[in-house]
Structure formats: structure tokens, C-alpha cells
């Protein structure tokens, strides 16, 4: 089925680069409202990070359990709900004047929480709305979506927090994940064959088959394991990216916003030309040259010192970063759901958002340790260093080998579930 005209995709789609938008524009308001209008230092940062990303790690494979006993559209529409509600908390409590840091930590708790059975759902839907050979074309436009999203939300915000301040930035994350509700209520998801599994078992022995699938499948062992890696690197980085850019370079949420809006064009390019470039180079080969990029892409921020011209210099890398991590992400995220047998989907996705994003806490508080030992740099420094391992571990796997997309075996039909 093309995706032309298909309403349940094109209602996902549009739900999801809608709270992605608004989360955008929350990635520029809250680093300003934390260092510049709260004064937070490098520990409180490092804290907030740390916050904002424990929930993968205590939630990740219970939601991916979760997901797949569960409707997915009903977990889509609830999660966006406690969304609105919590990111609408910063604004009230700014005009209360009951606005400090504390509350920015329960905030991130609280809504790291909710985006975890979110995003497992959003990802573990995708295979019941589109043909299995549309896969890869959805994920590209998911990926431009969001890359697209992601930019508009990330200058929308700034505007906003240039015009009306930081803390009413987060009216327009609170109003995104209200329509992303709404348009989730219209998607339609399409019952597939399942093999003969138990309808209820355990929640720990389904979490222990996910952990298995992942660790026996020789194409995806590798690749979450790269992941994972990376997750560690740029954890570290993104702890203190922004902090560094709004103190030591002195960039101001404008030049925050500069920034993060050319990495979101980038991506918008990377998604949009993953499948072609699949197509010409094989999987194998993007997968590893884009991980040699990302790392690459990071230096700059080392280097760079206070000034316009290293403001553009840090822009086009943002561009380039994230043009190779959209087409690696587009890339990855194809080849997972193609040879993931159905009644998997979710388990397997989150568990390799558990070993990625749920190693991000431990990497911030490394970070922060760092920073309290050494310095900011020193935390940036590791962190880049530990992003160029997932590199050799790629050119050893069999992954470095695809010409072309794996496919699993059809399964047998049985009774449907949605």
C-alpha cells in the first residue's frame, strides 16, 4: 500500500512531529531558563540531565512489555495527555513566582517517564500501519518529519523565549502534545499474524525474551551495541553542550537556537536521502561511515572559542552531525523492524532504548563528576573520545557486510491481535 493518501500514517506522523515541536522549542527555553534566569551551576545541570533520562533506564523494558500487551493508539493518546499537563506546571508555576530548580527536576522525572511509553509506542506502531515493504519509506518521512519539526520548534522557541521569556516557551511544548493527542486518536493501527504466544504471561519473562532476542541476533547484537555506545558519548556531551555554549562561548539563546535549528536541517536532509543512499551504498556501508561522521562532527565544540565565525563553524557541523546520525537512525530502525519477528516489535525496541538511552543517567553523572573534578572540557573531551568506539565494533560485525535489507521469515498465521 503507498504511502499517498494514507490517513492512520499521515495522522502519526502528524501527532508526532507536532510534540516533537514543542519539544524543540522546550530544548532551547530550558537550558535558558536553568542558567541564565536560575543560575543553576554544572552539578545542577548535570542533575537536571540526570533526571530527565533515569526513567529509560528503570523503564525501558517494562514498556516495551507493556506495549505489546496493550493498545498502542490508547498509550499514544494518554501519554500526551500527562505530557500537556506537566510541561503546563513550568509556566503556572513562573507566574506564581514558585519557579526554581527542584521543581524543573520533577518536571524531568516526570515527563521522561511519560516519553518512554510514548516513544515505545510510536516506534512499535509503525509496522501496523505500513506494508513491510513501505518500512523503509516510512521511517524516512518519519525521520523528515521530525527533522523538519524539530527545526521550526527549535526557532519558534527561541523566538519566544526572546520576545516573552523562557518559561512561556513551554505553553507551545504544552499545546503540541494536546494536538499529538488528538491526531493519535485518529490513527487506525492494521492487526498482523502473530505466532502462538501466550496472551499473558510474566512481565519478566517477556522482558528476558526481548533481552535474548537482542543479544542472539547477529545483525542486531552489534548494532545495539554500537548504540549503546554512542548513547554513552553523546550523554556526556549533550550534559554539557548547552551549558557550554550559553557560559564559555557566550552564544545567548539566539546563538543556542542558531545551532540546534541548522542540526535540524541537517537531519531533515539525512532522513529524507537515507533510502536513496541505502539503495546506491548498502546499508553496511552508511551504518559505519555515518558513525565515523558523528564523532567526527563533535570536535568543533572542543575547539571553538566566542565569536560569530565559530558560531557558523559549530552550525554546518550540526548540519553534517546530524544529517549522518538521521540517515544512520532512518537506516538502523528499518533494518531492526524488517527481521524483528511481530510479537517482538516492542520488547526489542525497548531494549535497545534501555542498553542506548538508558545508559544517558549514568553518562551525565560521569559527566558531572568530571566537571566537579577536572572541568566542563574534560567531560567534553571523554565524551568525544568514547563516541569513536562504536566505529570498530561496527567494522567487525556482520553489519559492515549488507549490500542490501534483511528480511525475516513470514510467520505462520494465527488469530490477530491488535
Not at 505530557?83 to 508555576?93: D, G, N, Q, R, S
Not at 555506545?229 to 553542550?241: H, K, P
Not at 557550554?244 to 541548522?262: I, K, N
Request: charged fraction near 10%.
Amino acid at each position: 500500500m503507498s504511502l499517498k493518501g494514507h490517513r492512520s500514517f499521515t495522522a502519526y506522523l502528524s501527532g508526532e512531529a507536532s510534540s516533537l515541536l514543542g519539544t524543540s522549542a522546550h530544548a532551547v527555553a530550558l537550558p535558558t531558563l536553568a542558567v541564565l534566569e536560575l543560575h543553576a551551576g554544572p552539578d545542577q545541570i548535570a542533575a537536571l540531565a540526570v533526571f530527565a533520562q533515569l526513567p529509560t533506564f528503570l523503564l525501558a523494558l517494562p514498556a516495551g512489555a507493556v506495549v505489546d500487551r496493550h493498545a498502542k493508539k490508547r498509550l499514544l493518546v494518554g501519554t500526551d495527555l500527562v505530557a500537556a499537563v506537566v510541561v503546563a506546571t513550568i509556566p503556572a508555576a513562573a507566574a506564581a513566582g514558585q519557579l526554581s530548580v527542584t521543581l524543573l527536576y520533577g518536571v524531568a522525572l516526570t515527563l521522561g517517564a511519560s516519553n518512554v511509553i510514548h516513544q515505545a509506542a510510536a516506534i512499535a506502531i509503525v509496522p501496523q500501519l505500513v506494508a513491510l515493504d513501505d518500512l523503509a519509506a516510512a521511517n524516512s518521512r518519519v525521520g523528515a518529519a521530525f527533522s523538519a519539526a524539530d527545526t521550526l520548534g527549535t526557532y519558534a522557541g527561541t523566538a519566544i523565549v526572546a520576545l516573552l521569556g523562557a518559561a512561556r516557551a513551554f505553553l507551545l511544548d504544552a499545546a503540541s502534545y494536546l494536538v499529538s493527542a488528538w491526531c493519535a486518536s485518529r490513527i487506525r493501527p492494521i492487526p498482523f499474524p502473530l505466532r502462538n504466544v501466550p496472551k499473558r504471561r510474566r512481565m519478566t519473562g517477556e522482558i528476558v525474551e526481548g533481552l535474548s532476542y537482542v543479544a542472539r541476533t547477529p545483525l542486531v547484537r552489534p548494532l545495539v551495541l554500537s548504540l549503546a555506545l554512542t548513547g554513552v558519548g553523546s550523554g556526556m556531551i549533550q550534559t554539557f553542550w548547552a551549558y557550554r555554549m550559553l557560559t564559555t562561548l557566550h552564544a545567548g539563546p539566539v546563538g543556542l537556537g542558531v545551532v540546534m535549528g541548522a542540526s535540524g536541517i541537517g537531519g531533515l536532509a539525512g532522513a529524507i536521502n537515507a533510502p536513496r543512499i541505502v539503495r546506491r551504498w548498502g546499508p553496511g556501508r552508511v551504518l559505519v561511515c555515518a558513525f565515523v561522521i558523528c564523532p567526527s562532527m563533535s570536535v568543533p565544540l572542543l575547539l571553538a572559542s566566542p565569536g560569530i565565525d565559530w558560531l557558523a563553524v559549530l552550525a554546518v557541523a550540526g548540519a553534517v552531525q546530524m544529517a549522518s546520525a538521521a540517515c544512520a537512525g532512518t537506516t538502523q530502525r528499518s533494518l531492526r523492524q524488517q527481521i524483528c519477528p511481530p510479537e517482538l516489535q516492542g520488547r526489542a525496541q525497548q531494549t535497545s532504548t534501555w542498553l542506548v538511552s538508558g545508559s544517558r543517567p549514568f553518562a551525565s553523572a560521569a559527566a558531572g563528576a568530571l566537571a566537579s573534578w577536572g572541568s566542563v572540557s574534560a567531560a567534553l573531551y571523554v565524551g568525544t573520545l568514547v563516541l569513536f568506539v562504536p566505529v570498530a565494533v561496527l567494522w567487525y560485525s556482520p553489519v559492515r557486510r549488507l549490500t542490501t535489507m534483511p528480511r525475516a521469515p513470514e510467520p505462520a498465521p494465527s488469530p490477530t491481535a491488535c
